[in-house]
């Protein structure tokens, strides 16, 4: 007779992801995904199949969240979204005093180059929903030619991934000054 699950997969799952987001994944251990999700091996092997399994659980899980600020900004106008996005963004990656920068990012900068191949796709696919987003967002200003539009996208994702590991590092002053200087580009 199979085993009953004594936890809530969804809510070790998000202790993990926030373990990742701060520590990265392979400076996490699995001694430390066991403590900080409160289960014991076995169980996480049984419900995650690997460390690597439960990183990509992760980055699902840290995907649906995100998705919540990119709805936010699908609903309002034009570069004023996008740069609310920004903002909004400072207030998800931070724990308290504690920023954590963008799990999607951490872990393209720990991989690069070795990455798990739907790792790889996750990201990539991460990257582009957001792109898109902001494509959507220059498209309702009606002043710039798809060609500004792709280039303007361009540069606010890099924007992005640079924001997302400033948001580690720089106090929340620094950060203002960055999105500022971020929009008088577009």
């Known amino acids: 007779m199979p085993r009953v699950k004594k936890y809530n997969e969804q809510e070790v799952l998000e202790k993990a992801m926030n373990l990742f987001w701060k520590n ?7 001694q430390q995904l066991e403590k900080e999700m409160g289960i014991n091996k076995f169980s996480i092997y049984a419900s995650f199949g690997s460390k690597n399994g439960i990183l990509i659980e992760s980055l699902r899980c840290y995907n649906k969240k995100l998705h919540v600020l990119i709805n936010k900004m699908k609903k309002a106008n034009g570069v004023l979204a ?3 996005y920004f903002y909004d963004f400072i207030d998800f990656s931070s724990e308290k005093t504690i ?3 963008c799990l999607i990012t951490n872990t ?5 180059g070795s990455v798990d191949e739907l790792v790889k796709k996750m990201l990539t696919d991460y990257t582009l929903d957001v792109r898109n987003a ?10 710039f030619d798809q ?4 280039q303007k996208a361009d540069f606010l994702i ?3 991934f640079g924001f997302s590991s400033a948001t580690r590092v720089f106090n929340q002053q620094q950060l203002e000054n960055y999105i500022q200087n971020i929009f008088k580009s577009i």
């Open 82 to 84: 996008i740069k609310q």
């Open 99 to 101: 920023f954590k920068g």
């Open 24 to 30: 990265g994944y392979e400076t996490t251990s699995m």
């Open 134 to 143: 902001f494509i959507l967002k220059l498209k309702e200003e009606n002043i």
């Open 108 to 112: 393209a900068n720990e991989f690069i």
């Open 147 to 150: 060609t500004q539009i792709e």
């Open 158 to 160: 890099i924007a992005m």
